[in-house]
Every structure is written in C-alpha cells, then in structure tokens.
C-alpha cells in the first residue's frame, strides 16, 4: 500500500509539470525554464541529503551512472521537453511520454540484452496505434495528408532519452543511494543548463512574474524533488517492473489538472489516452501475473 502510494504521489507530481513548464515557457526561453527548474530542485535535493552527504562514497560504476544519466537522461531530456512544450499541448506532450515502460523495454534489450516477450511486442505496437491516432487528433483520414507537429517529435526524442537514463540507472548507479544519486544526476544537469544559458540567453529573473516562479517553485520542489523521490524509494519496495507501469498515470494526471486549470480537451485525448495505455497494460500484465503466482 505504502509503495502504490509513493507511486501515484510520483506520477501525479510529473503529470503537473506539462502545465508548469507551459506557464514558464510563456515568459522565458526553454533554456531559462528548465535551469530554474533544476536550480529549485537542486537546494531542496540538497537540503534533504545534507544530513548524509558525508556517508557519499564514490565508484567507477557510480561516476559513469552519474554522467549519462545527468547529462543524457536528465539534460537532454529536459533539453527536448521544454523545446517540444513551446510547439505541443501538455496533453499531447504527456501521452507520447506515457509510451516510456515501451521505450524503456526497447532500451533495455539494445542495451542490457534482456529478452522481448511477445505479448511485450504486442503491447508496443497497441500503444504505438495510439500515438499515432494522437497526432492526427483521432482522424484516420489525416494519415493521408499528415504532418507531424515538431513539438510531438521532440517529446518523443525526449520520451527515448529518458528510456535510456532509465537502463543507465540500473546499469551503473552501483551502491549510490537514491538520493544522492538523484542529487549528483540533477546537479550536473543544472551544470549543463548554466553553461549552456551563458552562450543562448541572458536571464532577467529579477523580471518574470509571481506566476512564473509559482510554476518554476511547482516543478522544481513537487515534479521533481518530491515526484523522484517517491518514484525512488516505490521502485526500492516492490521493484522497477512493477513499477513501470504507474507512470502510465501521467497523462491521466495531466489531463484532470488540465480541468482545474480551464483548459482544453477534446474527446481524442480520452480514447488516444485510453489505446496507450492498454498498450502498455498488455505488456505488463503478464508481470504482475507471474509475481502475484510467485507470492503464492
């Protein structure tokens, strides 16, 4: 119960930063919203893990995790999340990302070579349907004359970004702890994001709105301090692949936010959203079996 909890927490908390960085992208470039992001998330890591960042102890396999997971599965992703946000809806940007336990399968068998069941080829294809209904906007007709939006496709680079930072983390956190790992991973992204806005852009802080740092203060401490912590210690309870599938979750988070904040939804979000996440549930379900026979 304790897990399930931690794991909605988790997903509710990633689904409202679609609308965060919205508002942020509304008065600064992508660059600016997604260093605030990181320099807010950055201290509060801090100020959690101060008590035991003296227990931090360093390994070959803890340096390499924490350099491709900050630089490609953090900066990166973040890099194409927030560039995407400027030309896609929320919605839209938190579907594609729903494909990611797929994406992480994928990633994982390139990688890690672990094996691809069929229903899990099953599953892929099934959410793979639903993003495509998605960016035609549920018109089959469209496909004929269709052209992808480049929000929706740099969502989907950032969606296979973070598959990899996902494998990368099991691969080479080695005996890190979650938090610190998610401290050390988060900071070398913010590293990145400052020495990027030196050359792009020069920040007015001083200048944005009470609404702008209301969203850069949501995303930094709620989406993503409190969203990977829960997410951390729910996977250290019941295991990455139960898990996986509670991220699924986003969009629907994503899309009753969008309620509260007077937005727009259409019925294709509802039955595209639905598709995904069938997709996804055949591909897991099997899992969940098998584990529920094993307590057995």
């Known amino acids: ?20 960085a919205t508002y942020m992208l509304q008065e600064t470039a992508f660059v600016e919203a997604a260093f605030w992001r990181y320099a807010v998330s950055g201290v509060s890591l801090l100020l959690i893990a101060l008590p035991t960042l003296r227990q931090l102890r360093w390994q070959t396999a803890s ?13 990166a992703f973040n890099l194409f999340f927030f560039l995407g946000l400027q030309y896609t809806s929320p919605i839209n940007a938190a579907l594609i ?14 990688i890690l070579k672990t094996p691809i069941k069929r229903y899990q080829v099953l599953g892929a294809s099934i959410s793979l349907a639903g993003v495509a209904l998605l960016l035609v906007k549920g018109d089959v ?19 296979l970004v973070f598959a990899l930072g996902n494998v990368w983390v099991r691969q080479y956190k080695g005996a890190l702890s979650n938090v610190h790992f998610t401290l050390l991973t988060q900071l070398v992204s913010l590293v990145c994001f400052a020495l990027v806005l030196a050359f792009v852009a020069s920040p007015t802080p001083l200048q944005y709105s009470g609404h702008f740092w209301v969203s850069a203060l ?19 309870l019941i295991g990455a692949d139960r898990a996986g599938i509670f991220i699924n979750l986003v969009p629907l988070s994503t899309a009753l936010s969008a309620i509260f904040l007077q937005q727009t939804l259409y019925p294709y979000h ?20 098998q584990a529920q026979r094993m307590k057995e």
Not at 2 to 13: P, Y
Not at 142 to 158: E, H, M, P, R, Y
């Open 141 to 159: 007709s469209a496909f004929s004359s269709f052209q992808l939006n480049k929000g929706d496709v740099f969502i989907f680079i950032a969606n």
């Open 63 to 75: 340096k390499k995790g924490v350099l491709l997971v900050g630089i490609i599965g953090v900066f």
């Open 1 to 20: 119960m304790k897990a399930t909890v931690l794991l909605i927490t988790a997903a509710a908390c990633w689904g409202l930063n679609f609308h965060f």
């Open 97 to 110: 990302v729903g494909l990611n336990p797929v994406t992480t399968l994928f990633a994982s068998a390139l």
């Open 270 to 289: 509802a039955y595209t959203g639905a598709i995904i996440l069938l997709g996804i549930m055949v591909s897991q379900v099997p899992k969940l079996i």
């Open 218 to 236: 949501g995303i930094g401490m709620l989406g993503t301090t409190v969203a990977y912590l829960a997410w951390n210690q729910g996977i250290t």
